[in-house]
């Protein structure tokens, strides 16, 4: 099973905060509901959970992880992969943010390569919200963060 890992950076307004990116690329362009997802990434063997979660958030948001602790939230099943995710207390402007990008046969079956953001926006949602718009595998890490 395909490994994955990554950040979940929180705040408080007062009231708590996620900041989610809303996945790149056409599949996803019009959607929005379970459209969104907590920076991460597939990591190999020859790195570890969180030298990955570290790896991929720097690479999706192209900006460094802000300072702080890691919090573990665990793991969670999801579309054939095994998500290990933290929650880390920061800030970040979602405007600074400078998407990795990836590339993908589109439109299909064309032979043509065209290149993608991976978030293509980057957005603070408070808990309720966050629930409501994150990929539903990904929605135990919402509620192991405000049951802290």
């Known amino acids: 099973m395909k490994r994955s890992a990554?950040?979940?950076l929180f705040r408080r307004t007062p009231q708590l905060e996620v900041?989610?990116?809303?996945?790149?690329?056409?599949?996803?362009?019009?959607?929005?509901?379970?459209?969104?997802?907590?920076?991460k990434?597939?990591?190999a063997d020859d790195e570890t959970p969180e030298q990955a979660a570290r790896r991929e958030f720097a690479e999706e948001l192209g900006l460094p992880v802000?300072?702080?602790e890691l919090i573990p939230l665990g793991e969670a099943k999801g579309s054939g992969k095994v998500i290990t995710v933290w929650a880390l207390e920061g800030d970040l402007d979602p405007d600074?943010?400078?998407?990795g990008t990836f590339e993908m046969e589109w439109p299909p079956k064309s032979g043509q390569q065209k290149t993608f953001p991976?978030?293509?926006r980057v957005q603070w949602f408070g808990?309720?919200?966050a629930s409501a718009k994150i990929v539903s595998a990904q929605r135990p890490f919402l509620e192991r963060l405000t049951a802290r």
């Open 6 to 8: 990554g950040i979940l």
């Open 19 to 39: 900041l989610l990116g809303h996945m790149g690329g056409p599949f996803w362009a019009r959607k929005d509901a379970g459209a969104w997802s907590v920076p």
């Open 41 to 43: 990434g597939e990591y």
């Open 66 to 68: 802000p300072d702080g």
């Open 96 to 99: 600074a943010v400078t998407p």
């Open 118 to 120: 991976e978030v293509d």
């Open 127 to 129: 808990v309720e919200e």
